[in-house]
C-alpha cells in the first residue's frame, strides 16, 4: 500500500511527539506529504452570559486561550523542526473547534491515505479520546500510536 497523504493529530503531549515520529518515519519512507494538525478544542468559560460569576468565568477563559496558544506555538516550533530535520515534505495546520470533526474534515480535504493519533490518557483514554471517537463510524485508515 502506497501512502501519499498523511495526517497526525498533535496536542503537545508524550504520545502525540510520538505519534509526530512515527508519522515523519512513515511519511519519509513512503514520500508521503504529512499534514501536522493541532486543534484548539472550544473554551466553554468564554461563551457565558454576563452573571455575578462572569468577570471569572471570562478570566479563565482567557487562560485557557493563552495556554492554548503556548502549546500551539510549541507545536509549531517541533513540527517545523522535525520538518527540516528530516527533510518530510508537510505542513502544520492550526484549527479550532472539535478535535475529531477537525482532524475527519482535514484528512477529507486532504485525502490522507492515513491519519494517526496518539493515544490518549484524558479521561482515561475512554469514549471520550479522539482516538476512540474517531474509530466510532471512520472511513479511512487510522493508526493509534501509543
Request: aromatic fraction near 6%.
Amino acid at each position: 500500500m502506497s501512502l501519499r497523504s498523511i495526517v497526525v493529530g498533535v496536542d503537545g503531549g508524550e504520545k502525540s511527539s510520538r505519534a509526530l515520529a512515527f508519522s515523519l518515519g512513515l511519511a519519509g519512507r513512503e514520500a508521503a506529504t504529512l499534514s501536522v494538525c493541532y486543534v484548539r478544542p472550544p473554551v466553554p468559560w468564554t461563551s457565558f452570559a454576563l452573571t455575578s460569576m462572569s468577570m471569572f468565568c471570562w478570566d479563565v477563559g482567557a487562560l485557557v486561550h493563552a495556554s492554548h496558544d503556548h502549546v500551539a506555538a510549541e507545536v509549531a516550533a517541533e513540527a517545523s523542526d522535525a520538518f527540516a530535520r528530516t527533510g518530510v515534505r508537510g505542513q502544520l495546520v492550526l484549527r479550532s473547534g472539535d478535535v475529531v470533526g477537525e482532524l475527519a474534515e482535514l484528512a477529507r480535504v486532504r485525502e490522507a491515505d492515513l491519519v494517526v493519533v496518539g493515544r490518549s490518557r484524558r479521561l482515561g483514554g475512554g469514549r471520550f479520546s479522539a482516538a476512540r471517537r474517531l474509530t466510532d463510524g471512520y472511513r479511512r485508515a487510522l493508526l493509534i500510536a501509543s
